[in-house]
């Protein structure tokens, strides 16, 4: 290398050396400690509903007068889809977040740790969603894609989100799937096969989450109160697009139930509700304590979601 080019000054900021350093790690534990979803996962060709995907008490009906009226037959089959329906709204929101996070390397010096362990992340998420989607195709419901208006809503969010409202959005997905995940991957009355996709996911989100958070701290600290307002209601919206995402009309329909009476009866749902916010609580925990949620407009539409009290 030259001398001119040895000598020129870094393009990283002082402040910035603990996120390298941050970074830096996330990358070498990727190194350590990934995942290949084709080869560690045993794939049967088809499931037989035996045993329930996801704890009964995790499907959105149970303790309704709906859930009463299906035999086991059917909440099983209810708990196959609601999963299927779950791993396809964490394909869409993958590919939201690969977008947010190649716009935000795009900005970076490229090479950072900060750039590496983007492009690291990337590549997570791209084995998970061919994972979830492999996963789809065994336990059937593969129409049970997203809707047209959650689509639409995902496009303004991955084209026009600034990076605290991007990670933030990044932290509400995945803290929201990981809560149910942390709890299937160790439950041995559940079906293997998505017991094993949620503990894969599981280990290797634990360091999104690690990076997501540090990164929104270290962004929301910059925001001036005017900023924080317009990020308190894009991530309050995004919260309950996501929330609203996670169980596709189309699973109740399959089970022979009206999709309109049993979305409203899992809404009135008081068992529901504690799941949402069970699921929420770490996140609503950590955004509370960035003044991210706040007490007025934006509080109103966590609460109206079901992810606050
Ligand atoms: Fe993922
Ligand atoms: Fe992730």
Aim: charged share 25%.
């Amino acid at each position: 290398m030259s001398a001119t080019l040895a000598e020129r000054p870094p393009v990283r900021h002082p402040a910035d050396t603990d996120r390298e350093e941050i970074a830096r790690r996330l990358v070498a534990a990727a190194a350590r400690r990934s995942f290949d979803p084709d080869t560690d996962i045993e794939w049967p060709d088809r499931v037989v509903d035996d045993h329930y995907y996801i704890p009964p008490e995790r499907v959105s009906l149970y303790g309704t007068s709906l859930w009463d009226m299906l035999d086991e037959t059917k909440r099983i089959a209810l708990s196959r889809l609601e999963v299927a329906s779950w791993a396809q709204a964490g394909i869409w929101f993958e590919l939201i977040l690969a977008q947010l996070l190649v716009r935000y390397a795009y900005d970076e010096d490229y090479t950072s740790q900060h750039t590496r362990w983007a492009l690291t992340e990337i590549a997570d998420e791209c084995r998970h969603s061919a994972m979830f989607a492999r996963m789809v195709e065994v336990l059937g419901g593969t129409e049970l894609r997203p809707q047209t208006a959650t689509i639409t809503l995902g496009r303004l969010m991955k084209t026009m989100a600034h990076p605290a409202e991007g990670f933030a959005g990044i932290l509400i997905a995945e803290e929201l799937l990981d809560t149910f995940q942390r709890e299937m991957m160790v439950d041995e009355a559940l079906q293997p096969l998505t017991r094993a996709v949620a503990r894969l996911h599981v280990i290797e989100e634990a360091r999104h989450v690690k990076f997501a958070r540090e990164e929104l701290e270290r962004r929301v600290k910059r925001l001036s109160p005017l900023q924080r307002q317009r990020v308190r209601m894009i991530i309050a919206a995004a919260a309950a697009v996501i929330a609203g995402a996670l169980v596709h009309p189309g699973c109740y329909v399959a089970v022979g139930l009206d999709p309109g009476a049993a979305r409203r009866a899992a809404r009135a749902s008081e068992h529901r509700q504690a799941t949402l916010r069970w699921a929420a609580a770490k996140l609503v925990a950590n955004f509370d304590e960035l003044g991210l949620i706040g007490t007025g407009a934006a509080r109103a539409i966590w609460r109206r979601a079901g992810l606050v009290a």
